[in-house]
Antibody, heavy 123, light 108 residues
Framework: EVHLAESGGGLVQPGRSLRLSCTTS????????LTWVRQAPGKGLEWVGF??????????EYAASVKGRFSISRDDSKSIAYLQMNSLKTDDTAVYYC??????????????WGQGILVTVSS | EVVMTQSPATLSVSPGDRATLSCRAS??????LAWYQQKPGQPPRLLIY???TRATGVPARFSGSGSGTEFTLTISSLQSEDFAVYYC??????????FGQGTKLEIK
């Protein structure tokens, strides 16, 4: 059974950093792209970015709203993906979901989702 | 960026009736469209991909149609568990992948 679980969220001050982890199981981790999607309180879904699987060798793409501040990485040996969030803004407050799609080289659609983790950016 | 527009924002339907939700793309996305269902406090659940293919375990009362820029999600004979928020998402032109703003399906 495919399983994804986010961790590392919480309250952080504006301008600080936070790293989310996405621990996975139940599938050949290295063969799939991993995508982060977020949802601000009471709002809709926003694609944050993705990291490709092999053989695209960890290609990343980001939404304009986070480009240059957020970075996604992966450790195929541990089946974990990461979302490093720097220079956080209050607008980054959201539930962050780790998702998996059917492809290795793009996000595509998201057929598996973690339960989500809340990140609150506030002073 | 492809803008996805869903209508209506809220749809009130009685249990047992049919619901029709719309999603429009600002440019052609061929059939690269997915639909998700989200209930309060839960992550979204994939319902439809490729505009019309039901995901694993999705009941047959859910059906998707359309191509190009106009898409529809139809739920025949609404059940109590179907009242939720529904999102469409395009995955043709990226980055970014874009979602619609959602349609809330509520009990009439």
């Amino acid at each position: 059974e495919v399983h994804l679980a986010e961790s590392g969220g919480g309250l952080v001050q504006p301008g600080r950093s936070l790293r989310l982890s996405c621990t996975t199981s139940g599938f050949a981790f290295g063969d799939f792209a991993l995508t982060w999607v977020r949802q601000a309180p009471g709002k809709g879904l926003e694609w944050v970015g993705f990291i490709s699987g092999k053989p695209s060798a960890g290609r990343t793409e980001y939404a304009a709203s986070v480009k240059g501040r957020f970075s996604i990485s992966r450790d195929d040996s541990k089946s974990i993906a990461y979302l490093q969030m720097n220079s956080l803004k209050t607008d980054d407050t959201a539930v962050y979901y780790c998702t998996r799609g059917p492809y290795y080289d793009s996000s595509g659609y998201c057929d598996y989702w973690g339960q989500g983790i809340l990140v609150t950016v506030s002073s | 960026e492809v803008v996805m527009t869903q209508s209506p924002a809220t749809l009130s339907v009685s249990p047992g009736d049919r619901a029709t939700l719309s999603c429009r793309a600002s440019q052609t996305i061929f059939s690269n469209l997915a639909w998700y269902q989200q209930k309060p406090g839960q992550p979204p659940r994939l319902l439809i991909y490729g505009a019309s293919t039901r995901a694993t375990g999705v009941p047959a009362r859910f059906s998707g149609s359309g191509s190009g820029t106009e898409f529809t999600l139809t739920i025949s004979s609404l059940q109590s568990e179907d009242f939720a928020v529904y999102y469409c998402q395009q995955y043709e032109n990226w980055p970014p992948y874009t979602f619609g703003q959602g349609t809330k399906l509520e009990i009439k």
